[in-house]
């Protein structure tokens, strides 16, 4: 895999035909239709990115690598509730109607195992086996605002953007680091909110904000004559790449078209969260509700998995049957499982009632302290994918209204 960067062409690079309009700057909003799309996911490739999106298998829609159009989620919706997700017919040809499904883009930059190293006998000795310092180029196409917000959250966790300060013990994650900084982000925005949706009351919204990070971001419009996407320039990036595409200029009608979608969005979250929820669940760690979910809690682990901003691991060693090589491998684990936490002599959080409250208050609560924020974007995965359809809304409004 070749990288990307520089490789998308020069700032003089010059538009293909069709292009239109004044010099594109970040910031500047065009349009292209589904052609322009698909020069897009072609142009990636070109350059080196290997293109992730949205496609629809077994019943769900993921994110995996993609080549062409043809892969994307063709005419799909989805219903979501509590333990519920069905993939159901949407607008016919529309690419990006579905919501967020059980994959998150922090399998890419967070990879559920990873070698972190190996080491081979080597007569007397043994030679030690980095991990491959090289790490793919991905284009991520579909990038949903609540996944920006996800994503930020991630990067301040494994340090992205921080500098290492050894000498104090902060250190950033190189594989993570490497990855985030070589990803290239296409945002999609959301033209419908789902019933476990509740992005606008962590802050965020299901249009994206210019300072979220995104490199180039979508907003479809349904087909009716036509098929077109306005696309906003994030970054220096984006707009290399869109320099390179065929497109017209944005006009009052787009933008009223965008704006309407994101108002339409808002006004069908499903879900809310208290906005004191910081507070009361540090006053009601003796809540006699805890008991109440834990005995509908299976300590399955399955929210956390799907969790875009959930980062526990754990590492193992592993050596052949002969003995002359060993690995380390890292892979994701989760504050549901007994040993987890396990510290010598026996586990501290025996009972699934001090898991899951470990689990809400750390994402809800204890996570501002650590990071700055709260640790939950209201993407309602965890609400869909539960298998008893608990969800962390309800735990939270009931705590709020019968607790301290
Ligand atoms: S806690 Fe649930 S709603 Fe919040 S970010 Fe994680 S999966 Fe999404
Ligand atoms: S809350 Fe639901 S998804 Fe999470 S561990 Fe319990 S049963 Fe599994």
């Not at 992730?52 to 993609?66: F, N, S």
């Amino acid at each position: 895999m070749t990288h990307a960067h520089g490789s998308t062409g020069s700032s003089h690079a010059k538009a293909p035909a069709g292009a239109k309009g004044s010099p594109i700057a970040i910031g500047t909003k065009v349009v292209m239709d589904e052609a322009g799309l698909a020069s897009l996911i072609t142009l990636l490739t070109k350059v080196g990115y290997q293109p992730i999106g949205p496609k629809a298998r077994d019943g769900a829609i993921v994110y995996e690598e993609i080549e062409s159009l043809s892969d994307l989620p063709v005419g799909f919706a989805d219903e979501q509730e509590g333990g519920k997700y069905r993939l159901v017919a949407g607008t016919k040809g529309s690419f990006f109607e579905y919501l967020v499904g059980p994959t998150s883009w922090k399998r890419y930059l967070f990879p559920p195992t990873h070698k972190l190293w190996g080491a081979e006998q080597k007569g007397n000795g043994f030679e030690i086996d980095k991990a491959k310092a090289d790490v793919p180029a991905y284009a991520f196409i579909g990038v949903r605002s609540c996944e920006l917000n996800a994503m930020k959250i991630q990067d301040k966790v494994f340090g992205f953007g921080r500098e290492d300060n050894n000498g104090a013990g902060i250190f950033s994650d190189p594989n993570y680091v490497a990855r985030r900084s070589k990803a290239l982000i296409i945002a999609v925005n959301c033209s419908r909110a789902g019933k476990t949706c509740f992005c606008t009351s962590m802050g965020g919204d299901p249009h994206v904000k210019e300072d979220q990070g995104f490199d180039l971001a979508l907003t479809e419009f349904a087909p009716q004559q036509t098929h077109e996407f306005m696309v906003e320039v994030g970054s220096e990036r984006g707009r290399l790449i869109l320099e390179l595409l065929p497109y017209r200029a944005v006009t009052s009608h787009d933008t009223d078209r965008a704006a309407s979608q994101a108002r339409k969005a808002r006004s069908e979250m499903g879900r809310k969260m208290p906005p004191d929820i910081k507070d009361v669940l540090k006053r009601n760690l003796d809540h006699k509700r805890w008991d109440d979910v834990a005995s509908r809690c299976l300590s399955c682990a399955n929210c956390t998995m799907v969790c875009p901003t959930c980062f526990c691991s754990t590492v193992q060693d592993s050596t052949n049957l002969t003995g002359e090589k060993t690995e380390r491998t890292r892979s994701w684990d989760s504050c549901f499982s007994v040993d987890f936490s396990y510290i010598h002599g026996g586990a501290i959080r025996p009972e699934t009632k001090s898991r899951y409250r470990q689990w809400m208050t750390h994402k809800l609560s204890n996570w501002h302290e650590q990071y700055g924020s709260s640790g939950c974007v209201g993407c309602g995965r965890c609400i869909t994918w539960c298998p008893v359809g608990i969800d962390i809304t309800e735990e939270a409004r009931v705590i709020k209204t019968t607790g301290k």
